[in-house]
């Protein structure tokens, strides 16, 4: 079965890509450690018994998502991982229907929005015209956190500085979907279900952001929902 036994540490499964990753991987676990919870790895070729006994769903950052995924024009000039792409569908498919929590980073609130029916913008260069995106782990993007939304009770604020390291963004939001944060292009910055207990997903990479509070407290609500949740 999906979940586990209360009274512990939650155990998180965090997505990744098979063979590398793993910086982003460390700093994950560290900050599911920080939360109080444990973190499992994830990758491809899915094997189903790696999801057994998690109280929670985090898909992590990587490389762009399939463009047939969504209906979006194929490029020859990006690195993608169709396998990680399959892992990570299935596993929102047996998650979703539970209440475990799920947080999706970067990609990860990408690949939610996709298996919501939802699409992606290619390029974001490209569709906001954008002259200057940097990529940079540093919080230097401030970014408008949308009133009424579980991640503005989690943050506790209306503002917050993130970093920037990708290429996609949403848009046009799945069913069911709706819009956490912007940035002052206009670009999605955040995600959520309507409803849910938790089901978050972010443009940023709060893992790389550990020594800042609000990240803090976004990884922080994740554990609990999962204890919550295992419970």
Not at 11 to 17: F, K, N, Q, Y
Not at 115 to 127: A, C, D, I, K, P
Request: some cysteine; charged content about 25%; proline content about 6%.
């Amino acid at each position: 079965m999906i979940g586990g036994r209360p009274n512990r540490r939650p155990l998180i499964g965090v997505t990744g890509p098979a063979g590398r990753g793993f910086a982003l991987w460390g700093f994950a676990a560290l900050s599911l450690l920080l939360a109080g919870a444990r973190a499992r790895r994830i990758t491809p070729p899915l094997e189903r018994a790696r999801l057994d006994g998690l109280d929670g769903l985090l898909i992590g950052g990587g490389d762009d998502i399939g463009a047939t995924l969504y209906g979006g024009e194929v490029r020859p000039d990006v690195r993608l991982d169709p396998e990680r792409d399959a892992l990570e569908l299935q596993a929102l498919e047996l998650f979703w229907g539970t209440r475990r929590p799920i947080l999706g980073i970067c990609r990860g609130a990408q690949m939610i929005n996709v298996f919501r029916g939802g699409t992606l913008h290619r390029n974001v260069r490209e569709h906001y015209e954008i002259r200057r995106h940097p990529r940079t782990p540093l919080p230097l993007k401030r970014i408008r956190i949308e009133a009424h939304t579980r991640l503005g009770d989690v943050l506790r604020l209306d503002h917050v500085r993130v970093n920037s390291l990708h290429d996609q963004a949403v848009d046009v939001l799945g069913e069911g979907l709706l819009v956490a944060a912007r940035d002052r292009h206009g670009m999605v910055q955040a995600i959520e279900h309507e409803g849910a207990p938790f089901r978050v997903g972010v443009q940023w990479h709060p893992e790389l952001l550990f020594y800042k509070l609000p990240h803090r407290r976004l990884f922080r609500a994740f554990a609990e929902a999962a204890q919550e949740a295992a419970a």
